[in-house]
C-alpha cells in the first residue's frame, strides 16, 4: 500500500488539509473529515484544517460537529468577526433544525 504525502509528513498540517480536500473533491467526504480529524490532532490549532471540518460537516448535514469545531475555532480565534459570525450562524441553523 502507498503512503499518502499526510502520511509521510505528519508535521505538515498543509498536507493534511490538501489531501482532505482532494478526497472531498473525489467523493469521499467521510474519509477527508477522519484524515482532517488526525490532522487537527497534529496541529489542534490550524485554521485551515478547522475551516475544512466545518465546511465538510456543515455540508454532510452535521451541524452539531460543524459547531463544534467553529466553536473551538473562535476560542483560538476570539476577535475574528467572521468566525463569530459563522459560529452565529451554525447556531441558528442547528436551532431551526431541532425546532422541525
Known amino acids: 500500500m502507498s503512503r499518502t504525502r499526510s502520511e509521510l509528513g505528519p508535521e505538515r498540517a498543509r498536507y493534511a488539509y490538501v ?4 478526497l472531498h473533491s473525489a467523493g469521499r467526504g467521510e474519509e477527508a473529515i477522519a484524515v482532517l480529524k488526525d490532522g487537527l490532532a497534529r496541529h489542534p490549532e490550524d485554521r485551515d484544517i478547522l475551516l475544512a471540518l466545518i465546511t465538510f460537516n456543515r455540508d454532510a ?3 452539531p460537529a460543524a459547531l463544534e469545531f467553529a466553536e473551538r475555532l473562535v476560542r483560538i480565534a476570539p476577535n475574528d468577526r467572521d ?3 459563522l459560529v452565529q450562524s451554525l447556531q441558528d441553523q442547528t436551532r431551526k433544525r431541532s425546532a422541525q
Open 19 to 22: 489531501y482532505a480536500v482532494a
Open 83 to 85: 468566525v463569530a459570525n
Open 61 to 63: 448535514g452535521e451541524l
